[in-house]
């Protein structure tokens, strides 16, 4: 139970993905504010390549 516990302590303490979490965080933001600029003419087909992307993933 003490390694248990410890190995949580240290998981908790561990900071070193904090920035690639922040990162990925900040793309996202960006990519949604970028989306909203886009004209409504372009969005079916970026629909379209997301919805590959995702039954890509879904397959596996």
Do not use: C
Not at 25 to 52: D, E, H, N, R, Y
Request: proline share 5%; aromatic share 8%.
């Amino acid at each position: 139970m003490a390694k248990l516990i410890h190995a949580g302590l240290r998981l908790w303490l561990d900071a070193r993905a904090q920035d690639m979490i922040e990162y990925a965080l900040l793309a996202g933001s960006i990519a949604v504010v970028v989306a909203g600029f886009l004209p409504p003419s372009v969005m079916p087909g970026i629909s379209t390549i997301f919805s590959k992307i995702i039954s890509g993933f879904n397959a596996s």
